[in-house]
């Protein structure tokens, strides 16, 4: 069997945004991917938009897969968020807790995103297929390893079908989570979750607030490339090539790329996987 791979987005704020993007999605369609998922905002801030973009996929023929946070929400604006997406045809959600908008001091009527799994089951039953996330170098506000991984098992009790990780570039770290998991009866597809290198600036101040780890060997190359963004992009595309070899190797169930809106850098992996 063929791995399956899916596709991320975040819902552009431009109209040039909302067009280059529909540039980029007839691209990466070329890699028939089981679905395209996008990204929603803080407290639902960009709700409306991640909702047309969500349409808009599912209108060019394509399984669209909305994710959908439940801090900072009520249960009333989740439900009417459900009924909208049953309504347009949609049939998985990428189900998460997601994080406080700064400045909010509420978390709302959810508090974590098993309470979602089980919030979205009572209320639609087997109609969504549910993603959930899960942490291979565990979530940063954990308490624990042991902690997260209880917290990962909650969420696939409530009724998740398949998970997707947060990006990381050590496989021993999703090999070993993996194992865990299942060790405490996860058994459902958890699916790495791929990050292509743009550039290495960005990607080591986001990993650092979002808690994935950029090995020190990795580290030292790219900054050892200084500016030289041809040299960054080659060793990115290598570095991240291997990874997804050996993840599929070692029985990966597939492969969600973070393809940050463009297109060449996962093109360019998944071709080279073949």
């Not at 060019?60 to 009333?76: M, N």
């Not at 624990?144 to 409530?158: C, E, I, M, W, Y």
């Not at 958890?190 to 580290?219: H, N, Q, Y």
């Not at 599929?248 to 998944?270: D, R, V, W």
Request: a negative charge; one cysteine or more.
């Amino acid at each position: 069997m063929k791995p399956e791979i899916s596709i991320e987005f975040f819902p552009p704020q431009t109209p040039e945004g909302v067009d280059k993007l529909r540039t980029v999605r007839a691209e990466l369609a070329q890699l028939k991917p089981a679905f395209f998922s996008v990204t929603f905002g803080a407290g639902g801030s960009t709700r409306e938009r991640t909702f047309s973009v969500v349409k808009e996929i599912a209108a060019e023929g394509h399984d669209a897969a909305p994710h959908l946070s439940c801090i900072g929400s009520t249960r009333a604006s989740i439900r009417e968020i459900l009924a909208d997406y049953r309504a347009a045809g949609i049939k998985r959600i990428v189900a998460l807790r997601g994080d406080l908008p700064s400045g909010m001091a509420e978390t709302g009527e959810f508090r974590y995103a098993n309470e979602l799994v089980e919030f979205i089951r009572a209320e639609t039953g087997d109609w969504f297929s549910l993603e959930v996330a899960a942490y291979p170098e565990w979530h940063p506000q954990a308490r624990s390893p042991k902690d997260d991984l209880d917290a990962f098992v909650r969420k696939v009790k409530a009724g998740a079908n398949s998970a997707i990780t947060q990006y990381f570039y050590n496989a021993d770290a999703y090999f070993s989570f993996v194992e865990e998991a299942r060790a405490l009866g996860a058994d459902l597809p958890i699916i790495p979750g791929i990050m292509p290198i743009v550039g290495f600036t960005k990607l080591a101040r986001f990993s650092d607030a979002c808690g994935a780890e950029i090995p020190r060997w990795m580290r030292k190359k790219f900054e050892s490339f200084g500016d030289d963004a041809d040299s960054i992009r080659a060793f990115g595309l290598d570095v991240v090539t291997d990874l997804c070899e050996r993840l599929l190797k070692g029985g990966a169930p597939g492969l969600h790329f973070y393809a940050m809106n463009q297109s060449a850098l996962t093109k360019e992996i998944c071709r080279r996987l073949g």
